[in-house]
């Protein structure tokens, strides 16, 4: 299935609504005491692991309490369990994980299920990581469409799907409206421009994750160091990203994936995220 950019009204400010994953939120009091801080913070939404300890009727009363949106799940197993692995057990049990996640995700009202969906490494081959987790991703579409919701693939260091025109052919291959990009900014500098990703993934993406790296300091202190650095001091080129977006015609969400905190942390996040993105 061709996915061409521009989809939406292509040249219209991005409309992004503010999201953070659920454990940046570092407060001890219950659910709906989380979310009440997040809507202070003038967040939008949140980003759940799942599957997880957390509670549907908890979950749905602190949304009701707060006007807090569940902006999706992330795949909590695809890393232990990937969908890649050569034992046929393992794979069956990140199946159905996703599977869950997909089910969870419906339940609490979110859109889309993030996915690391193989990793390459010395006992699995990049061609084998791709046959298998195409394979088992073709099991769990429909599931996604009967629970509508959208598994939503992320660029990580998996050493998987290197490039944007690969990454779109990857989604492509499924020709299902029921699969997607959720596009981590940050996660490209170090070998890419995101703004080229974007151009290319067009309207595959489906969701955005918001990070800051920084080249010198990986250059300097090591490749895992170019994560230290606050959103809009590092080298992500905020202006471009944001002028791709709005050339694909993005609207949507947008979810901080950075070191989180109390209260006032989370607000100078969601400050910075105004400001990156205006």
């Not at 300890?53 to 695809?78: C, F, M, N, W, Y």
């Not at 969701?207 to 992500?236: A, N, P, Q």
């Amino acid at each position: 299935m061709s996915q061409s950019s521009g989809a939406k009204s292509a040249g219209t400010a991005p409309k992004f609504k503010k999201a953070v994953m659920l454990g940046m939120v570092q407060h001890t009091g219950p659910l709906v005491e989380r979310f009440e801080i997040l809507r202070d913070c003038g967040f939008d939404g949140v980003e759940i692991d799942s599957p997880s300890d957390i509670r549907t009727e908890e979950l749905l009363a602190a949304k009701k309490a707060t006007g807090i949106g569940v902006e999706g799940t992330v795949d909590s197993v695809h890393w232990s369990k990937p969908l890649s692995d050569p034992d046929e057990k393992v794979r069956a049990a990140g199946l159905a994980g996703l599977e869950r996640a997909i089910k969870d995700c419906s339940a609490w009202g979110g859109t889309s299920v993030l996915l690391v969906p193989a990793v390459v490494n010395e006992r699995v081959g990049y061609d084998e990581a791709w046959e298998r987790s195409t394979i088992e991703i073709k099991k769990a579409l429909p599931v996604a469409e009967a629970a509508g919701v959208k598994i939503a693939i992320e660029n990580v260091w998996n050493s998987f799907l290197l490039s944007p025109l690969e990454a779109a052919r990857y989604v492509d291959q499924f020709d299902s409206p029921w699969i997607g990009w959720h596009f981590d900014v940050g996660n490209v500098i170090t070998y890419g421009w995101p703004e080229q990703w974007i151009r290319i993934l067009g309207s595959r993406i489906l969701k955005l994750h918001i990070k800051e790296y920084s080249r010198k300091k990986r250059d300097e202190l090591g490749r895992w160091k170019g994560f230290e650095v606050e959103l809009g001091e590092g080298d992500c080129g905020w202006p471009a990203v944001v002028k791709a977006l709005r050339e694909i015609g993005y609207d949507g969400w947008a979810c901080a994936e950075v070191g989180g905190g109390p209260k006032e942390r989370l607000l100078d996040v969601s400050q910075r995220m105004d400001r990156i993105l205006a």
